[in-house]
């Protein structure tokens, strides 16, 4: 049924999900998890009654969202489309309270896909850039950090040493397994590549407050920007504590999920930056609350990725709406051996997107059936 008000051309009439894998050629190895080639998405069509068409992506990342590309699809095709059908795109806000009405908890990966797609859709139809729905404006590329995986000391120098040579002048390391080596790869690669780029660390959630600290005093020598997630995502009064006795700003990711996380976290003083991550948000509507938030409180944001090219350029609209997103780290699509749209480009660290209407990427929906047909679910 359509609710009331809805403009019949603006009405989503279907939604398409497909299961879509490709391979890594450069798997990231955390204390979360070892890096693995495969890589699983759920691509996300949707149609409206005027025929306007908009494509959503959400990656399969159970360790930070809870959700596999399988129980997306389920979650797409048997709850959360046939609530929608008859919603009218322009109304997101009311798209989004009308998921959490089916889904109160959980399942923001799927909500992002539908909230990319719907913005898509809006956007070509209006012949605007998402980024202008935001209420920003298209700036161009976009310099992005690389991330390189924990591992022995000399793969991670060499990693580093590629990256700034491709021209990166932003790293991030991934620490929390085996604090030795990990310092040993630090001091190497700040001695190697100099003073002249920026270095961040990663330990997702993988330290005590006791061993954090440890690590952390040995590590302030080397001019470290951030430590992002040094603790159990849950654990915020540990965070605020380690803030007040190490130097090293602290930047939040897995427990920072929807607005309300980032305003619990500003509210106890644990973190000096926030990692924005899409799926983890539900989608546009709610990152661009994170982001005026922490905009709000004086708190710059990073905007992560682990998608393909459609969910990486609907972070680069985002980083396009709110300056506060001033670290991006939106190399993805690079790793990847195949994508489901084209549109990406990434020269010598700096990212951009075509300036179309939408997200502005084209999706080969049609043309890489190989990738995008198994397991495919309408409503």
């Not at 391979?23 to 190895?29: A, C, E």
């Not at 997306?72 to 609530?83: E, F, H, Q, S």
């Not at 040094?230 to 605020?240: I, M, S, V």
């Not at 930047?251 to 920072?256: A, P, R």
Request: charged content about 20%.
């Amino acid at each position: 049924m359509l609710w009331e008000g809805v403009q019949m051309e603006f009405a989503i009439t279907s939604m398409t999900a497909r299961l879509y894998e490709t391979v890594s050629r450069d798997p990231l190895t955390t204390s979360l998890h070892a890096g693995d080639t495969r890589q699983s998405y759920v691509i996300l069509k949707l149609v409206t009654e005027g025929g306007h068409t908009g494509f959503g992506e959400a990656p399969s990342v159970p360790f930070i969202t809870g959700e596999t590309s399988e129980t997306m699809l389920i979650a797409l095709r048997d709850y959360l489309a046939p609530a929608l059908i008859g919603h009218d795109i322009r109304d997101i806000r009311g798209l989004h309270e009308a998921m959490r009405q089916v889904f109160p908890h959980g399942n923001r990966a799927a909500f992002s896909a539908i909230d990319m797609a719907a913005h898509d859709a809006l956007g070509r139809a209006l012949g605007a850039p998402v980024s202008v729905l935001l209420g920003g404006v298209p700036r161009g590329p976009v310099a992005t950090s690389r991330a390189i995986g924990t591992g022995p000391v000399a793969d991670m120098v060499a990693a580093a040493r590629r990256n700034i040579e491709a021209g990166y002048t932003t790293i991030k390391v991934k620490v929390g397994s085996h604090a030795d080596q990990e310092l040993a790869a630090l001091r190497a690669i700040r001695e190697e590549n100099g003073p002249d780029f920026r270095l961040k660390i990663d330990a997702n959630q993988g330290w005590t407050i006791g061993e954090a600290l440890r690590f952390l005093d040995k590590a302030a020598s080397y001019d470290i920007l951030a430590v992002e997630q040094p603790l159990a995502a849950g654990d915020l009064t540990g965070h605020a504590e380690l803030r007040r006795r190490s130097s090293i700003p602290v930047m939040l990711d897995e427990s920072i999920h929807g607005p309300d996380d980032a305003l619990r976290a500003i509210a106890i003083g644990a973190c000096d930056y926030i990692n924005i991550k899409l799926p983890k948000a539900g989608g546009l509507y709610p990152a661009a609350q994170i982001a005026a938030i922490a905009a709000a409180a004086g708190i710059v944001c990073q905007i992560g990725s682990l998608s393909t090219t459609i969910g990486t350029a609907a972070a680069i609209h985002l980083i396009h709406a709110h300056p506060v997103i001033a670290l991006p780290e939106i190399n993805w699509p690079d790793r990847l051996e195949k994508n489901p749209a084209e549109g990406f480009e990434l020269q010598r660290g700096f990212a951009s997107i075509p300036e179309g209407a939408g997200l502005g990427v084209a999706v080969a929906w049609e043309t890489d059936q190989a990738s995008m047909t198994r397991q495919e679910k309408r409503a």
